[in-house]
């Protein structure tokens, strides 16, 4: 019986003792805080998110200016070459297939002879052949559907012959013009149109360089 009562005094002595050493010991200070860990691996990326609304339409902007207008072209204007080299006589006709009625009304067409010297001469002109100047003199005709240009050759106003490869190539230039709203103009207010541009139309070359031709 005392070494029951004994071993309860200590159990309970034990208790008391623990429970004072728990109520009077104090909290320690935190300790440093340590350094931190290596970075995690990037997770994979999200998915995209939904389209946004379109956003309204900017105002229109102002136009521009008007540009400058081109040069005229060359699409109504034509040549056709003949070979004269055979040709003698007083006289001598070509039929202009590629020309209209239409075209000899109220367009233009120029002629250029090329002589047995190698120079251009518009024509009609006066020509030195052998050392004697001669008239070349031309007009056309509108017959058979087909307009019909003629050279007369003349010295003094009487008929001159010429021999053949005296002449060598005529050149005919047709240029179409556009009627106006105030109606057909005639060959000689088209004429003076290009002169008043400053076109020499004696000048072989300067007009096939205007109109972008072949010498």
Same mark, same amino acid.
């Given at each position: 019986?005392?070494?029951? @009562?004994?071993?309860?005094?200590?159990?309970?002595?034990?208790?008391?003792?623990? %429970?004072?050493?728990?109520?009077?010991?104090?909290?320690?200070?935190?300790?440093?805080?340590?350094?931190?860990?290596?970075?995690?691996?990037?997770?994979?990326?999200?998915?995209?998110?939904?389209?946004?609304?379109?956003?309204?339409?900017?105002?229109?902007?102002?136009?521009?200016?008007?540009?400058?207008?081109?040069?005229?072209?060359?699409?109504?204007?034509?040549?056709?070459?003949?070979? @004269?080299?055979?040709?003698?006589?007083?006289?001598?006709?070509?039929?202009?297939? +590629?020309?209209?009625?239409?075209?000899? +009304?109220?367009?233009?067409?120029?002629?250029?002879?090329?002589?047995?010297?190698?120079?251009?001469?518009?024509?009609?002109?006066?020509?030195?052949?052998?050392?004697?100047?001669?008239?070349?003199?031309?007009?056309?005709?509108? %017959?058979?559907?087909?307009?019909?240009?003629?050279?007369? %050759?003349?010295?003094?106003?009487?008929? %001159?012959?010429?021999?053949?490869?005296?002449?060598?190539?005529?050149?005919?230039? @047709?240029?179409?013009?556009?009627?106006?709203?105030?109606?057909?103009?005639?060959?000689?207010?088209?004429?003076?149109?290009? +002169?008043?541009?400053?076109?020499?139309?004696?000048?072989?070359?300067?007009?096939?360089?205007?109109?972008?031709? +072949?010498?």
């Amino acid at each position: 019986m005392k070494r029951r @009562l004994l071993k309860i005094k200590l159990v309970l002595l034990s208790v008391g003792v623990l %429970f004072a050493l728990s109520c009077s010991v104090e909290d320690g200070e935190d300790g440093a805080v340590g350094p931190p860990g290596p970075q995690g691996e990037i997770g994979p990326p999200g998915q995209d998110g939904a389209d946004g609304q379109d956003g309204t339409n900017g105002a229109d902007g102002q136009d521009g200016a008007n540009g400058q207008d081109g040069a005229d072209g060359n699409a109504n204007v034509r040549s056709i070459l003949y070979d @004269l080299a055979d040709v003698s006589g007083n006289n001598h006709r070509v039929s202009i297939d +590629e020309a209209t009625l239409e075209l000899l +009304e109220t367009g233009v067409i120029l002629a250029y002879l090329k002589t047995n010297r190698d120079e251009w001469y518009q024509i009609p002109n006066q020509y030195v052949f052998l050392g004697i100047p001669i008239d070349i003199n031309t007009y056309m005709t509108y %017959f058979n559907n087909r307009v019909q240009f003629w050279m007369e %050759f003349k010295r003094d106003d009487a008929p %001159f012959s010429v021999s053949a490869g005296s002449l060598q190539t005529l050149k005919i230039v @047709l240029i179409e013009v556009n009627s106006t709203s105030s109606g057909k103009r005639t060959e000689n207010s088209h004429l003076k149109v290009l +002169e008043q541009k400053g076109l020499d139309l004696s000048n072989y070359e300067e007009v096939m360089d205007y109109f972008q031709l +072949e010498y």
